[in-house]
């Protein structure tokens, strides 16, 4: 599975941005979903993750309320809807794909996008 992940870019603080991951070369429609993060200094953290059927979905504390994660298996495309970003949101973000249940853990995740930069001004 070849992961591509895009929409990032840079918005005031109170802004909002859609990202988008688009799978190609096996369907994710079997897989769990995941959106990660990584700032400058930091470890890679959870955003978000969405079941393989998208019944279930799960937030970090730091996002919940303000990001949506979903999924179109259809498309094979996931996306996650970020409102009211905080510069505290800045960071690379990621996509990632496991077989099995979702994951807060990104070691669990088999495949990875290639990243996605987003900036939040204050």
């Known amino acids: 599975v070849q992961l591509q992940a895009s929409g990032g870019g840079l918005v005031p603080a109170g802004g909002s941005l859609r990202l988008s991951c688009a799978a190609s070369?096996?369907?994710?429609?079997?897989?769990?979903m995941g959106w990660f993060r990584q700032a400058p200094g930091k470890e890679r953290e959870f955003v978000a993750a969405?079941?393989?059927?998208?019944?279930?979905?799960d937030y970090a504390d730091s996002v919940k309320g303000r990001f949506t994660i979903s999924r179109d298996n259809a498309k094979n495309t996931v996306w996650l809807q970020m409102n009211s970003l905080k510069p505290e949101d800045t960071a690379v973000y990621y996509c990632?794909?496991?077989?099995?249940?979702?994951?807060?853990?990104?070691?669990?995740?088999?495949?990875w996008g290639q990243g996605t930069q987003v900036t939040v001004s204050s």
């Open positions: 990632a794909a496991r077989r099995g249940p979702y994951s807060y853990s990104a070691d669990d995740y088999e495949y």
């Open positions: 070369g096996r369907t994710i429609s079997n897989r769990a």
């Open positions: 969405i079941t393989w059927g998208g019944s279930s979905t």
